[in-house]
């Protein structure tokens, strides 16, 4: 009986102790005042390292038109769902069958 008492004060000791490590701050000595970071947003918006506005925000990459029609897309779809490439219900994401998903 005091084997078990005693197995269960170690193992509540043990996780008490693993919990105030996890819950205790980090000691970060060069941690930043809020001064110090909106000094530092103002040094990179005055340097242009930020964009203020629409104009100065960087456009969006250019993409190339596509030379496949949105029936053609579609077709390949129909054809890929019904041999079984693309899951339809959640019974299709079985870990076991997640290979037969797969297209090569």
């Known amino acids: ?6 197995a269960a004060a170690l193992l ?6 693993a919990f105030a490590q996890s819950t205790a ?3 970060n ?3 930043l005042t809020r001064t110090d970071v ?3 947003y103002i040094r990179a918006r005055n340097a242009g390292d930020i964009a203020t506005s629409a104009e100065t925000y960087p456009a969006p ?4 038109a596509s030379s496949v029609t949105r029936e053609q897309v579609m077709n390949e779809f129909y054809a890929a769902r019904k041999a079984g490439q693309i899951p339809q ?4 994401f ?7 998903h797969v297209v090569k």
Do not use: C, G, V
């Open 29 to 31: 000595k060069a941690q």
């Open 25 to 27: 701050p980090a000691a």
């Open 1 to 6: 009986m005091q084997a078990k008492s005693l």
């Open 94 to 100: 079985d870990i076991a069958q997640t290979r037969h």
């Open 12 to 17: 509540a000791l043990a996780a008490s102790s």
């Open 61 to 64: 990459p250019a993409t190339a």
């Open 89 to 92: 219900t959640e019974a299709d």
């Open 38 to 40: 909106t000094a530092d």
